[in-house]
């Protein structure tokens, strides 16, 4: 079962696109950079993440832990509505994907580890100077 906080959204120009990332992801599913940055701005916000940024089918992932709770922050340019990436426009979702005992066992523990890290994301994207038109929507899951 996956949670998300909800999504942040904004503009930003920090982040370049790589020639030939999208063939690691879906096309149009643009992020590396963006990913590649997070991670970073996570490690010296204090978190000890071990893994390097992996690329899925929808956009970039900071696996932020595996144990003993799943934690990620997902990285992805928005689209448009003919589903092409739109210049400088982001997307960063924080996320988690406990199993069916944990989130019945250790719902409360989640939901505050959850809490934590969407609200280290937050203070990492409203403390850069580097990002602009910072929004979140948030989601029902």
């Known amino acids: 079962m996956m949670l998300t906080t909800g ?3 904004f503009t930003s120009s920090l982040f ?3 020639a030939g990332e999208e063939s ?8 590396k950079a963006l990913a590649q940055w997070m991670l970073s701005q996570l490690k010296t916000n204090g978190l ?14 900071v696996m932020v832990s ?3 709770f799943q934690f990620w922050v997902g990285c992805v340019s928005q689209k448009d509505d003919d589903y092409k990436s739109i210049p400088n426009a982001w997307c960063v979702v924080v996320g988690t994907e406990p199993s069916l005992i944990q989130s019945i066992f250790k719902a ?5 580890t959850l809490a934590d890290l969407n609200s280290r994301v937050e203070e990492i994207l409203q403390s850069s100077t580097e990002i ?3 929004h979140f929507h948030r989601t029902t899951t």
């Open 66 to 68: 595996r144990k003993p």
């Open 108 to 112: 409360q523990e989640i939901q505050d």
């Open 132 to 134: 602009f038109d910072l």
């Open 48 to 61: 000890s993440i071990t893994e390097e940024i992996v690329a899925e089918d929808w956009g970039w992932l």
């Open 7 to 9: 999504e942040y959204r």
């Open 24 to 31: 690691e992801t879906n096309p149009q599913c643009f992020g």
């Open 16 to 18: 370049q696109i790589e």
